[in-house]
């Protein structure tokens, strides 16, 4: 059997890591450089002028139908320079959605933020609860829209961005996906605190009215919409955890093989080999994880998605963010370090972490879609 990525997941994704490689030495991942607007925008443009975002728009707007195996390569890249570009809302809470389900109305948001000039994010989460099924935000059916109120949090870019796809829950049916402008009058996003450095908003909804064709998909494409959007933001998510974990264990295993204590390389001493072969090991099981759900999802196997995705999000907060706790403690005080690129993989880790929940919400969440199925 053939396990590699098809051409195209494999060119981007190669490509992304070519950009990003030249625009993020190690220096610039430690350093502060990024955090005033949040994201590198030299690295970002340089992606924009090479069309990676482009990439997933459709083919009559220019882009390539870029599936979700494509998205995978390209935020695992993203994620090994450190997620200093806004790719994972922008592709995967944003583009993805808009493109498959968006309409003429939406034409000049996709453009506009395929070639770098808007930023466009998604609204996953919501205080005690992850999944868009159970979402607590309603939207009121009035003449000529919705009406929106509820809470969002984890919101990434959610206050520079401009517009947000929110989930919301139609009356006392089905939760479908509106994208909301910034600006309305009700909606005040405000800054969420969070582990790493990327800028994260929680958005209030106070009777935030949208017109009928923000409202993502039609008749029986709502739910569709919005069940692919879930599905698209937590692979997001888990492939940029993945790609976060790869680059730790890659400083990690360098660091053992040149560090020497009582005249010997860490990397010789069996307690230290026996935990780096641990952090392998959870990175190759998310890897796979991310990479089946991708096919999955790609191929119109959503309910292995499902599964697969479930799976994926207990790894990274089960696992993953022990590992990176691992690579922390090998490198030892220089772990600590702010001007290590290190912290950038050890904070984004726990990041997304929360933002999936913890161990616990993730077994709920895949006891929940268990029993859905």
């Not at 003429?104 to 453009?111: F, G, N, Y």
């Not at 930023?119 to 979402?135: I, K, N």
Request: hydrophobic letters at 45%.
């Amino acid at each position: 059997m053939d396990f590699r990525l098809d051409e195209t997941a494999e060119t981007l994704g190669d490509l992304t890591g070519q950009i990003l490689g030249r625009e993020l030495p190690d220096t610039i991942i430690a350093s502060s450089e990024c955090e005033s607007d949040g994201y590198s925008r030299s690295a970002w443009q340089g992606l924009v002028e090479a069309g990676v975002p482009e990439a997933f728009l459709t083919a009559t707007l220019g882009g390539a139908d870029a599936d979700h195996t494509v998205l995978a390569a390209v935020l695992r890249q993203v994620a090994v320079y450190g997620g200093l570009v806004p790719a994972l809302p922008v592709l995967a809470f944003g583009l993805q959605s808009l493109a498959r389900y968006g309409g003429e109305p939406h034409r000049d948001l996709m453009v506009r933020a395929a070639k770098g000039q808007a930023l466009v994010t998604g609204a996953l989460c919501e205080p005690g609860g992850r999944r868009v099924a159970d979402a607590a935000t309603r939207a009121e059916r009035i003449p000529g829209g919705f009406r929106l109120s509820g809470v969002k949090n984890f919101v990434r870019f959610g206050e520079e961005a401009e517009a947000i796809l929110v989930p919301a829950r139609v009356g006392d049916g089905e939760v479908g996906i509106f994208v909301v402008p910034a600006g309305l009058d009700g909606l005040t996003p405000a800054e969420h605190p969070v582990p790493d450095h990327v800028p994260t908003a929680r958005v209030g909804l106070d009777a935030v009215t949208v017109p009928e064709h923000a409202l993502l998909g039609e008749g029986e494409r709502v739910a569709e919409a919005a069940e692919h959007f879930e599905l698209t933001a937590l692979l997001g998510l888990c492939a940029t955890a993945s790609g976060l974990l790869e680059r730790a264990m890659t400083l990690t295993a360098g660091h053992i093989r040149t560090r020497k204590q009582f005249g010997r390389a860490l990397a010789e001493f069996q307690a230290v080999t026996m935990q780096i072969a641990d952090v392998f090991v959870a990175h190759r099981t998310l890897e796979n994880s991310c990479l089946a759900a991708a096919w999955q999802l790609s191929t119109g196997r959503t309910l292995q998605a499902r599964r697969s995705l479930s799976a994926a999000a207990y790894l990274v907060c089960h696992d993953l963010v022990p590992a990176l706790f691992t690579c922390q403690h090998l490198h030892g005080g220089t772990g600590l370090d702010l001007d290590h690129p290190l912290h950038r993989y050890f904070t984004g880790g726990l990041a997304i972490g929360q933002i999936l929940g913890g161990t616990e919400a993730c077994l709920d969440a895949a006891a929940g879609r268990a029993w859905a199925s």
